[in-house]
């Protein structure tokens, strides 16, 4: 199993290569979508915004919620087109997709970068990646969590002192697994050991900026499936708002990548050349 002197956690080899942006002191709401088990891909992604920025769209997405006559938001809820969801009524897709635009355009407008990490789960349980799942982990949201937390560190260029702290949404199975799983990134990178500095847990209820992250998290997975796997939704347009390059008042940027077979095997030819087996 893994120690502090074999795999180092080098950071993946990602598809995007944009260009760095500084920011002083940012934190990344985070969350998971699909359980290994029961869907083809499995995500973390992660919302990174200064906490001046955060503040700001708190407000806002406040403002949607008493809107619509909302407690709190809930992706799977709120994309059940069939029924009601605060005063969004039952409908179509379509429908459903006009209601539900505000929190996306709200995402886009007001944070910064958005770190997308879906991995294909047929693929990752290949016998020819069983090194992968050793080093890492049987269950690929665990991997899915190290590159999402890779391509936050990956997509700034910033002075070391500067931190990041991630907030998770507070899931009974894996909160504990996820804070030790980071401890045994930080043994074995520094970078992760002194720029990721603190992680925490909060109930999604009582924040807008993990609501958002569940909301972001389950998108790109169910855009990953369509796009990658041949898996339908009716979401696109929501999905697209996300990627759409500059055509208002965003400013999101979008990191990381969904990891298939040959990105899978990339990786895990990287780490053997740099650790060995």
């Known amino acids: 199993m893994f120690t502090a002197q074999e795999w180092g956690f080098p950071l993946p080899p990602f598809q995007d290569d944009d260009e760095a942006r500084v920011m002083a002191h940012f934190y990344g709401y ?4 699909g359980k290994f088990k029961d869907h083809a891909v499995v995500a973390f992604n992660g919302l990174v915004n200064n906490f001046k920025m955060w503040t700001a769209f708190g407000e806002e997405w ?3 919620l008493r809107h619509y006559q909302l407690t709190d938001f809930h992706a ?19 429908d459903r997709a006009k209601d539900v635009m505000p929190f996306v355009r709200t995402i886009v407008e007001a944070v910064e970068f958005g770190a997308i990490a879906a991995v294909d789960v047929k693929a990752y349980m290949l016998p020819s990646l069983q090194l992968l799942r050793e080093k890492i982990s049987p269950d690929p949201h665990y991997f899915a969590f190290y590159v999402a937390v890779s391509a936050i560190l990956k997509h700034w260029t910033v002075p070391p002192n500067y931190l990041v702290g991630l907030i998770l949404d507070d899931d009974e199975e894996k909160a504990i697994p996820c804070y030790k ?15 990721v500095t603190s992680i925490c847990f909060s109930d999604d209820k009582s924040s807008p900026a993990v609501q958002a992250a569940d909301l972001f998290s389950y998108l790109a997975r169910m855009d990953a499936q369509r796009i990658f796997l041949g898996i339908p ?22 990191g990381g ?6 990105n899978l095997k990339d990786y895990m030819e990287e780490a053997r050349k740099r650790y060995g087996d």
């Open 76 to 94: 799977v809820k709120a994309l059940r087109f069939s029924q009601s969801y605060g005063t969004m009524k039952p409908g179509t897709a379509e």
């Open 257 to 262: 990548g969904i990891f298939l077979e040959e």
């Open 233 to 254: 939704h009716p979401y696109t347009i929501l999905c697209d708002a996300f990627q759409a390059p500059g055509i208002g008042n965003e400013i999101l940027e979008i």
């Open 181 to 195: 799983f980071l401890r045994r990134m930080k043994l074995a990178n520094e970078e992760v050991r002194k720029r």
């Open 30 to 33: 985070c969350d998971e979508s």
């Open 62 to 64: 406040m403002r949607l």
